[in-house]
Structure formats: structure tokens, C-alpha cells
DNA sequence: TCATCTGTACCAACCAGTCGGTACACAACC
DNA sequence: GGTTGTGTACCGACTGGTTGGTACAGATGA
């Protein structure tokens, strides 16, 4: 019954390249210039779709909005939270800091540009737009309870204090990460991530167990 | 020979008055709508100058965001740097810690709502607008170069043990703020800046001296 | 009178979104 | 198997409104 198992006319795929070739140009965009200051044009022109077309496969510029915003986490999910918290034998502390690691290699492969796309997007609009702001909350929240769970498995196996209460600390975690991800955005040096990462291990060390 | 001292006409006063307003009106603006999504005419309209007004105090929009980003440095540095590292007899770590509340009393009186001022346009120019990254790097660094000399003077008094190294301490103090406040910002909860503070300080009690 | 201010009318460029119309895959029918 | 009908996918010109910025006449006080 579902549409994705049929078999898809030419058309059909054609329809969902033009759709994808939308959404990936101005992901492009959006990371760099923000949601408001990119315009619809420059994303047509970017991808070669028309206006009509854009407006056939979505309803308003805010509905691109969200459709970029749900690509964003889908990368971010697979490309960096998965690969770390995948694998069930692994120490979870372990996991964490590999984590840790992961978002700073982001950051030097990019050369410090852009940033965190969420954190750009949380910064620009979460006063500015409800619903984006809500959809972005969201995102952070699912994002920190990751790392909870992995802080509280940790604590049943015995590679973290009990004095740790993972909630406020996953909060700090994606916070730190975040800040530092900024600072070097705007300082265009990324020593300064490596030693924000640095120290926020040290203080991740604070509730290993046995001190 | 300063103007500033000389006996003012009325005039100059109106004059200066005029481009307060300007100032004043915008600062309030961007700071929550954005540098880029705040219209001029906007900020005309909230100080009720006119165009022409307007434009014999700045040269274009981007002088007025110059104006407003000194503005807003200089208000920080008043309102909350100042007031905790300005007696010199005081713990550095306790004017730090001092710092720290003080900031998240900043984002409870704002009811979440707002942000880091230095924060956004880091987030929302870094990568578009050259002129103001290079400023805005000058301010975070001069920021963390007033936790880093407390930072020395704790160690030189004995507050804080010497392997504390003051650089990558300062940068990840001035990031950990900036990603709570962003966090607190989406959230709209400020529990998610009082946790934030909390583990912050934990981190920085790893350093002082004796443990 | 003359430089300093200020309001208003205006401009071209740009914005998101609309509209009339076209191309074509695909199915239905004869 | 060709013709016809239909909805999906697409195009680019256009619209009303907004943008940063300019021109300029008039007001004001030294």
C-alpha cells in the first residue's frame, strides 16, 4: 500500500529530485546566511527549479523553514549522535567523549564556518517565530536526552558516580558544545574548540567513578 | 579642547539626543529581531526620526550597527563585568562566581527572552559581514581577557591551584555562558541557565587550590 | 547670514507570493 | 495501438509591498 514500495514512475522520481534539490540548497544557504537573509530566489536560482514549481512543492518559505530545519537533524543524527551512541558493548563514558570529539572534527572540517545549524537557527528565530522556536526546542530536548540515557547507563554500569544527576549535566554538555561551537565561529580558530572540548572532558571526569 | 567638556549649546544637545535615540531605539531592536531583519524603518519609526535625520548622524545601516554594537559592549562591560571585578580586595574566584549569577539573573530579569546581545550578531554576521566578526571577536576576547587576569590573579594569591591554565579556562568559561544563555533562549525555561550555572561552577571548583 | 539639523518625497532594488499557461507521463477507451 | 483525457510537474512574468539610501527644501540657532 505504500507509495514508496510501488514501483515509482519516472515522474514520481523526477517530482522528489526537484523536491530534494530544494530542500539541499537551501540547507546550504540557511547554515550560512540564516533562514530570513537567504532569499527564495537565490535558493531557485542555487537549485535551477522555478518559482511555480517551488511553490507546487511547498506551501510558503516558512514550510521550506521546516523542511530544511528536519533535514538538519536528520544529518546531525545520523551523521554524528548515531555513529557514537550505536553500538550497545561500548562504554558510555567512552561514548560521550567520542562524541565530543566528533563535533570538534565538524567544526575543523568545515574550517570554522558556519557553526551549529541549529544553534544559528535557535539563535535567529526563537523570538522572532513561535513555531520554529517550539521546533527547535524540541530538537535540543531529544538531543540532551540522548546523552542522558547514556549518562544514566553509565551510572547502572558503574562508570559514573550516583551523585550525577544526568539532566542538568546533559544540559551543560550541549550548551558548552554549543558556546564553543560559536566562539569559533566568530574567532575563526579552531584551538579555540579544541581547548573548550579539553576542558569540557575535564569536567565530564569529574563523575567517573572513583573519582 | 574635548567637545565633551565644552559648554554644550542646545543645539548639540538635541543633536546628540537625536542620534541616542537612534541608537538606543535600534540597540533594542536587533536585539531581538536581528541586525539584518530589523528595518530601518523600523527603528525611525520607535525613536520618530526622520529618514533624512537619520541619515546626517550615520553614514548608512551598517555605521548604525557599529554604533549599537559599542553601545551594547559598553552596557555589558557597565552593568555586568564592572560591578564584579572592579574591588580589588575580593576573591578572584568569588567575583567569577559573582559573574556567573550575575548573568543568569540578567536572562531571569529578560524572562528568556532575548539572549546574549554579542551572542546573536556573532551568530547572525560571523560569516556574512567580515567588518563586524573581526569586532565582535575583539569584544568576546576582550571578555575572556578579564576572566583570564582573574583567572592569574587567583593563582598568584593562592586561590587557584597553578595547573589551572587561564587561556582554554576563560575561553570555555565565556562559551559555556553563551550556550546556556542560547539554550535558555529556545527553551524559554530559565531552570535550563540556573543547571547551566550550577555545573559551570562545579567545573571552575575543579581548579581551586587544596583539591 | 550661514552651518547645522530635520522632515518629506522619492528612488531603484529586492522581497515573498500569485497567476496564466505549458509539457508530459499515464491511464482509459475504442 | 492509437487517440483522448487528466492530473502532476513545471515555467517565468508579474504584483504589491518593503528595503536601504538620496535629494532637497525648510527650520533653527549661533
Redesign the interface.
Known amino acids: 500500500m505504500s507509495a514508496r514500495t510501488e514501483i515509482e514512475g519516472s515522474r514520481a522520481r523526477q517530482s522528489r529530485a526537484t523536491r530534494e534539490a530544494i530542500v539541499e540548497a537551501a540547507t546550504r544557504l540557511m547554515h550560512?546566511?540564516?533562514y530570513?537573509?537567504t532569499a527564495l530566489d537565490e535558493v531557485l536560482r542555487a537549485s535551477g527549479v522555478g518559482k511555480g514549481n517551488f511553490y507546487y512543492h511547498f506551501r510558503s518559505k516558512e514550510d521550506l523553514g521546516y523542511a530544511i530545519l528536519d533535514r538538519i537533524v536528520a544529518r546531525f543524527v545520523e551523521r554524528t549522535l548515531d555513529p557514537c551512541f550505536s553500538e550497545p558493548g561500548q562504554p558510555r563514558l567512552g561514548q560521550i567523549r567520542c562524541f565530543l570529539d566528533r563535533v570538534l572534527e565538524a567544526q575543523r572540517e568545515r574550517n570554522c564556518?558556519?557553526?551549529c545549524a541549529m544553534?544559528?537557527l535557535?539563535?535567529?528565530l526563537?523570538?522572532?517565530h513561535e513555531g520554529f522556536?517550539a521546533r527547535?526546542?524540541s530538537v535540543?530536548?531529544a538531543w540532551r536526552g540522548r546523552l542522558m540515557t547514556a549518562l544514566r547507563e553509565a551510572q547502572a554500569r558503574g562508570e559514573v558516580s550516583a551523585d550525577c544527576d544526568a539532566?542538568?549535566?546533559a544540559?551543560?554538555l550541549?550548551?558548552?558544545?554549543?558556546?564553543?561551537i560559536?566562539?569559533t565561529?566568530?574567532?575563526?580558530d579552531i584551538g579555540?574548540m579544541e581547548?573548550?572540548v579539553?576542558?569540557?572532558k575535564?569536567?565530564l571526569a569529574?563523575y567517573e567513578a572513583g573519582r
Chains 1, 2 share one sequence.
Not at 185 to 188: A, D
Open positions: 550560512l546566511r540564516g530570513q537573509n564556518v558556519g557553526g544553534g544559528n535557535a539563535s535567529e526563537s523570538d522572532v522556536r527547535l526546542a535540543f530536548e539532566e542538568p549535566v544540559h551543560f550541549v550548551a558548552a558544545l554549543e558556546g564553543a560559536l566562539l565561529k566568530v574567532t575563526k579555540v581547548q573548550c579539553r576542558e569540557l575535564r569536567y569529574l
